[in-house]
Every structure is written in structure tokens, then in C-alpha cells.
């Protein structure tokens, strides 16, 4: 009998332990907000890597493949939490405000998600993979010291617009009015002035035209045709990147050479295209959200800046617009598109 209690006693001060050890550890919780992005693939990811709108499935997937990297796994190791706006951006503010009221660890937000973001929480971490000029936009105080609860990598935008206008007219010499499509939502003056600079410096006359919502392109294309411009750039901007096949399927049937921000306008049948990797910035915020998951405060991790840009020309869309491409410019790119 008194071996009898003896064990159960053991028994009864091990349970505890072996619960305590069985109990499942805490899974961090990452929120996705994004503007037009979506977590589904789309139907046929072929034909969305050809010019179809992938909905943003790769960027994300992008981000994910960042995680497995770092030894994450999703629904293991860690949770994500997706609310896609999907073009409508007056939803954005609610499903922020559910990740908040979900108390996840980090939120991924995505061009004017990042703002609904930042009005839902001063305290849950934010982190950005794509933002365009992001201390001229508020979103951080600076590059080095962001502060606040904001962080993430940037397309390092305004300064490559001369870049861009300089390959432009090396693509069509003979240029003399060159239209600049902006919106108000994310306007940067910033950006705007830059490429005015860049176009008195190239002897061309910058047409700025503007597009609010429901953003009516067929109109402001009408516009770009009335003022006789002869080639198009575009404010970079999520809003544009959401609808990236529409603004280039309109390009070529006005005949207008247009250059853009990153190499999917350029996959979706625009002419040119010139500027970081999307892909390459969403899988490099994966280790923004790892540090911060192990600590680091967002305010303390400095915006980090692409380091490659890519040159990418569709020559399929050259030959629809009748123009021949100088043999120094396709020796310039990364990528021909033929």
C-alpha cells in the first residue's frame, strides 16, 4: 500500500509537467491586408503569368516562399490572416479593423492599405513590401529611423522617373510631349516634380493628366489623344498596378509607347518597363516579419531600398506599335519579351 501511494503521488506531481509540456505553443497570427491582391490563384496561372491579371496571387505567394525560407510553416508554425479589398478600397478601413480586433502579431499591407492600416492601430506593427516614396507619402518619418509602428521595403519610386523617361525617348527619339497618368490617392509631388525635371532636361514637354475614381481611363486616354502626346509614363501606384492590363491594352490601341514602374506592365503588354522586383520585395518583407515576430520594434528596422532594378521590353508590343527598338536599348535589358 505505501508503494501503491507512493506512486500515485508521482503520478500526481508528473501530470502537470506532461500537460504543461503537451500544451500547444502559441502560433503567431500575421494579418495580409492588401489593395487588390488576392491569396487564391487565379484559374489559369499560365496565362496570368502571359499578361492576365494574377490578382497579386504571386506577390503573395512571393511572401509566403519568404516564411518557408525562414523556417515558417503556414498553419503550424504560423497563421495568416487574409483580407483582400480587391479593388474596393473603401472596404479597407473594416477589414483593418478586423485584424485588429483579431489582435494578430504583424500586419502585411499593400499600398493604401497601408494608410487604413495605420489609422486602425498606433501599436500592432505594419510592414510594407512596395511602397512609393514612403516618407513623402507619411508613411514613415524617414527611411533610417521609420519610427512609429511602420517599417518595410520601398520601390524606391520618384527617383527612377528621369531613368525611366530617358529609355523612353532612347525607344522613340522622335518624342516631344510625353503624358503623366496620376491619381490624388496616393499623388506624390514628389514624384511629379522629378519627372518634370527629367523632361525639361530631355527637351520634352510632360503632360500631367489625372484620374480619380472610379478612375474612368477611356476618358483620360481621350485626353492624351486630344493633346497629341506621342508616349506615356505612369505615377507608380498600387491602384495602377491593379489595373495594369486595362491601362496597357488601352496604350497600344491609342498607338501610344508607354513606359511603367515594374516588369509586370510590361508582361501584361506594355512597352517597356523599368524598376525593382515586386516579387523579390514581397519574399524580403518576409525577414521584416520575422525580426519583428523575435522583438525588433518596426520603428527601429530602417525602410530598406532595392539594390537591382530590371529593364524589360515587350517586343511584341514594339511590333503592334510599328516602332523598331534601337539594338542599344534591347542590349540594355534584362529581359525581351518576344
Do not use: C
Not at 51 to 66: T, V
Not at 76 to 98: F, T, V
Amino acid at each position: 500500500m505505501k508503494a501503491l501511494a507512493l506512486i500515485i503521488l508521482a503520478l500526481g506531481l508528473l501530470l502537470p509537467s506532461l500537460a504543461t509540456a503537451q500544451r500547444p505553443a502559441k502560433v503567431p497570427r500575421i494579418g495580409v491586408l492588401t489593395s487588390f491582391f488576392s491569396s487564391r490563384p487565379p484559374p489559369d496561372l499560365e496565362a496570368s503569368r502571359e499578361g492576365q491579371p494574377a490578382l497579386g496571387y504571386l506577390e503573395l505567394e512571393a511572401f509566403r516562399q519568404g516564411l518557408r525560407d525562414l523556417g515558417y510553416v503556414e498553419g503550424q508554425s504560423i497563421a495568416l490572416e487574409y483580407r483582400h479589398a480587391e479593388g474596393k478600397l473603401e472596404r479597407l478601413p473594416a477589414l483593418a479593423a478586423e485584424l485588429v480586433r483579431l489582435n494578430v502579431e504583424v500586419i502585411l499591407a499593400d499600398g493604401p492599405a497601408v494608410q487604413a492600416a495605420q489609422h486602425a492601430t498606433k501599436t500592432i506593427p505594419i510592414v510594407f513590401p512596395n511602397a512609393f516614396d514612403p516618407v513623402s507619402g507619411g508613411l514613415v518619418a524617414s527611411l533610417a529611423r521609420p519610427g512609429g509602428n511602420t517599417t518595410g521595403v520601398s520601390l524606391q519610386g520618384p527617383e527612377l522617373m528621369g531613368k525611366r523617361l530617358e529609355l523612353l525617348k532612347e525607344a522613340v527619339p522622335g518624342v516631344t510631349r510625353i503624358a503623366y497618368l496620376w491619381h490624388a490617392m496616393q499623388h506624390s509631388a514628389r514624384a511629379l516634380q522629378e519627372t518634370e525635371t527629367a523632361a525639361r532636361a530631355l527637351g520634352v514637354q510632360l503632360q500631367p493628366i489625372e484620374v480619380r475614381e472610379p478612375y474612368p481611363f477611356d476618358h483620360a486616354f481621350a485626353t492624351m489623344v486630344e493633346a497629341h502626346v506621342d508616349a506615356l509614363t505612369i505615377q507608380p501606384s498600387p491602384v495602377f498596378f491593379g489595373r495594369r492590363t486595362q491601362l496597357v491594352d488601352l496604350a497600344v490601341k491609342m498607338r501610344l509607347p508607354g513606359i511603367f514602374e515594374v516588369r509586370e506592365f510590361a508582361e501584361a503588354g506594355g512597352l517597356m518597363a523599368y524598376g525593382a522586383s515586386v516579387l523579390a520585395n514581397f519574399r524580403r518583407v518576409a525577414t521584416y516579419v520575422d525580426k519583428i515576430l523575435k522583438g525588433t520594434k518596426p520603428g527601429d528596422l530602417p525602410v530598406e531600398q532595392p539594390m537591382k532594378f530590371e529593364l524589360v521590353i515587350n517586343l511584341k508590343t514594339a511590333k503592334a506599335l510599328g516602332l523598331t527598338l534601337p539594338p542599344t536599348l534591347l542590349f540594355q535589358a534584362d529581359e525581351v519579351i518576344r
